[in-house]
């Protein structure tokens, strides 16, 4: 029974599989074509696996003639497999519609079902298992059954594999070398894994009722395998072996072992059998875990790993210097530690033109308009690194693939790291082929994504000052905090409802500050706010909030769920800002067609709530978590939600305000906050929040130990 159980697992599976690929678009040619052989195979190991169920059914009511029946069916549809897996392995990987190859399936199958036709029965019981006869001589001295067994499991299997594997050597594409190599190891597997149920079946006959694991795991590795974008390397290809066989191959292995030995207990003590089953069963699957975790966290890397190395040297970069020494340093460091032959580093200029500032090659590449049609299609994607190979191969990029295989080819460039400011591209960083015939791998990708901040710093610092003849270091350090605070607070989406009044104030203490607001249009009634400080010094602090801005931004494109983004966000800063970055801040969603406002705290000291009704002033913030601190948040987000009537006034303020001290070593605190709110109700918030401002600075009496940032809205009236 326990096997009939897999069975009808693995054929809901593999149903549930077949519909996902078939209606997934990442597994597409280069014509935006799904590649059919795949799904052919999928749905034809569905068929089968249908098939041998009715087969396994019909043994429990002792039907020989359906048994028989269903049993050569079950034989024709693997047949028909074989001939799908010689179609995929001819075509792959631009699966051309040939006629020839047509007629060769038809071929095959007529053959298959001669060949079953000339076997004398099919057999299944619970003593022998599957038992196939067909004794009469075919040729030379071998029978029906050892020749179709030959010719169709065997022969054409390993005909079509060795074709794929002469016809890497005419692919261009590394990306497509090394789909073909992983589909032969996964076909490898394969083998590996009838053998394991040929030894099983000696011992419990029955596993050979399992012929279609190895086949659905095959489909399983070739579907994954036809999704890679981008070369992986040797340390990920160790690690997600080693992943795979502890988790699916070796737990499965044991288990079906220990089934095979306490088997025989099963008829005298049944109880003490699945007791024991289910214990042993629960203790592989519970070492599998923590074997499998404690690989994910083990260190594969190999002796080019230099992610560490180009961070430490990346995060002590000296933007006081003159821009030429920072490009020498910049283009050394990537040549050094990427092995790329060639840099180039091409910024937006004030006419609108994607311009060379500079390259290692002896001619500059041609200047691209901002209105070209791939910069418009770069700047839609998500993905802020590029190689070359996915440009072929990756369906982010299907509408424009010959557009952007034509930037790879003009840049001379293996890989692209597209510098943008939201949705708004200004530059990208372009690296030439690695040296020694190495290529981008996996590693690499996850490298530039790691160190991204740090190459948008370098571009967002070369756009805004180097090209601008800015004399001494100190006025370009000015100049340049100027760029960040106009980035900040003049590109927001102003909220224009008449229901509300909107006011804030920022201002940092020094000539750059990590303080920022942002106010972000969703549609005409609903409107998100964030504000907060980002932790840090100087430029660091400043570029770290440019870029939270930007990414939050980025991020609400594809997140609709208010506290997903604020994980999403979490994760960013922790994983991609420079290590030791982290945001004290406040989340806020108005939905004004209801005057709701949701909000999470994630570290901001305070939030008032003004309500006209009681004429006071109340802290609604609640406990929050500063983000960047801990790795997952989700249990710890609280989002809350109010009311807000017509007068009510929400404010908010960073620590900065709160904890000015004045010259005797008093801090301003929230009660004086309060009583400024209720002397001054009636204001229009940008009053308010500039009373507020100025009243700080009186209180201390001197210039300003910290950035302070404050932002007030009320309700005027209630939405039409």
Known sequence: MIFLIINLVLCIGLILFSVQIDTQTSIEDTKGQKARPLVDMILWLVVTSIFFLIV?????????????????????????????????????????????????????????????????????????????????????????????????????????????????????????????????????????????????????????????????????????????????????????????????????????????????????????????????????????????????????ASANAYEDMLEAKLSKFDYNQEPETLISEFVSLMKEYTETTHVEIMLETESGIIKSVYTSEITASKDIPQDAPIISSLSSVTSSIIFRQQAKTLHEFSLFRDNLNALFEDLKSDALIVLREGRHMFGFISLGAKRRGNFFSDYDKRVFSNLYSYFFLFGFYMKNIANQSVVGTVDREIQFSSQVIRSIQENVDKINVPSVDVGYISQSARSLGGDFIDFIRLNDNRYMMIMGDVSGKGLNASMSMVILKSIIRTFLIETADFKELIEKVNHFIKYNLPRGTFFAGLFTLFDFTTNTMYYANCGLPVLFLYTESYNNVIEIQGDGKVLGFMKKISNIIKVKKIKLNPGDIVLACTDGLLDSESLRGEMYGKDRVQKLILDNKTFESGRLVKFLFDDMLQFTSKDLQDDVTAVAVRMLKVQE
């Open 56 to 300: 396994f059914i019909s043994m429990l009511f002792s039907n020989t003639q359906l048994i028989s029946l269903c049993g050569r069916i079950t034989l024709f549809t693997l047949v028909v497999f074989v001939a799908s897996l010689l179609h995929f392995c001819l075509t792959f990987s631009d699966f051309p519609k040939n006629k020839f190859h047509t007629v060769l399936q038809v071929i095959i199958c007529l053959c298959g079902a001669f060949f079953i036709s000339r076997l004398d029965d099919f057999a299944f019981d619970m003593k022998n298992s599957i038992v196939i006869t067909g004794n009469s001589e075919a040729f030379l001295g071998f029978t029906w059954l050892q020749t179709f067994v030959a010719l169709f499991f065997i022969l054409i299997p390993v005909l079509s594999f060795v074709i794929l594997f002469f016809r890497s050597f005419g692919k261009k594409g590394r990306i497509y070398m090394q789909q073909i190599y992983l589909f032969i190891a996964s076909a490898v597997v394969c083998c590996g894994l009838y053998y394991l149920l040929y030894i099983a079946s000696k011992y419990v006959p029955m596993y050979s009722s399992l012929f279609i694991l190895p086949l659905a795991v095959f489909l399983l590795l070739v579907s994954k395998i036809m999704q890679l974008s981008i070369i992986i390397d040797l340390s990920t290809i160790v690690k997600g072996t080693a992943q795979f066989s502890i988790k699916y191959v070796f737990s499965a292995v044991i288990i079906g072992l220990l089934f095979a030995i306490l088997l025989p207990l099963k008829a005298v003590k049944p109880v003490v059998f699945w007791i024991t089953f289910v214990l042993g069963t629960s203790i592989v699957e519970l070492l599998q875990y923590f074997a499998t975790e404690k690989i994910k966290k083990m260190n594969f």
